[in-house]
């Protein structure tokens, strides 16, 4: 299984900009650029926190589960 971050939607339905979203969270430029580029980039606990704070969100609303499909048949 997969977790896949939703921080790039969240703040993209709220307006927030890289920027806004930077100095909300108070996270570094290539941090919330990374993020936003590739969604299934590690982050620690406290970046996660940072970002629920500053888009007021649950933590568990920042990402979402993606089943790992190894080993399955396509479907036909």
Known sequence: MRI???VKEIAEQKGYSMGKLERLADLSHPTIRDIFRNP???VTTTTLAKLATALDVHISELYE???DNEGTKPEV
Do not use: M, S
């Open 65 to 67: 589960e993606i089943p």
């Open 4 to 6: 896949r971050l939703r």
């Open 40 to 42: 299934y980039k590690e």
